[in-house]
């Protein structure tokens, strides 16, 4: 069994940042890939960004472009979010997925059944 637990939510001001983190555990290799996904109150759950397994490639929604980083460390089994120039459109629980049977490609835009869920950690930005 895979266990991912997300940390680093907060309460923060509009232009503030944060780092999330969300350690792996479970598994003895590394996912194919891994990502990001957010969801809002009523909203359905949305891609953020996704990294491949050596972390040479990743993408983004458009919306965080040239303000969110995701990277990963598999030596120490973690992947991190950076989230810089917060707004209060961010504002949402932010879950980390790893999927171990597919590598990184378009469908991370869309959650998947195959994927592998933390529990999320809360992001909440004020005006």
């Known amino acids: 069994q895979v266990q991912l637990v997300e940390s680093g939510g907060g309460l923060v001001q509009t232009g503030d940042s944060l780092r999330l983190s969300c350690a792996v555990s479970?598994?003895?290799?590394?996912?194919?890939?891994m990502g990001w996904f957010r969801q809002a109150p009523g909203k359905e759950r949305e891609f953020v960004a996704a990294?491949?397994?050596?972390?040479?490639?990743?993408d983004y929604v458009d919306s965080v472009k040239g303000r969110f980083t995701i990277s990963r460390d598999n030596a120490k089994n973690t992947l991190y979010l950076q989230m810089n120039s917060l707004n209060p459109e961010d504002t949402a629980v932010y879950y980390c997925?790893?999927?171990?049977?597919?590598?990184?490609?378009?469908?991370?835009?869309?959650?998947?059944?195959?994927?592998?869920w933390g529990q999320g950690t809360q992001v909440t930005v004020s005006s």
């Open positions: 479970g598994r003895t290799f590394s996912a194919y890939a």
């Open positions: 990294i491949s397994w050596s972390g040479g490639s990743t």
């Open positions: 997925a790893a999927d171990y049977e597919a590598a990184l490609s378009s469908a991370w835009y869309h959650p998947s059944s195959r994927f592998f």
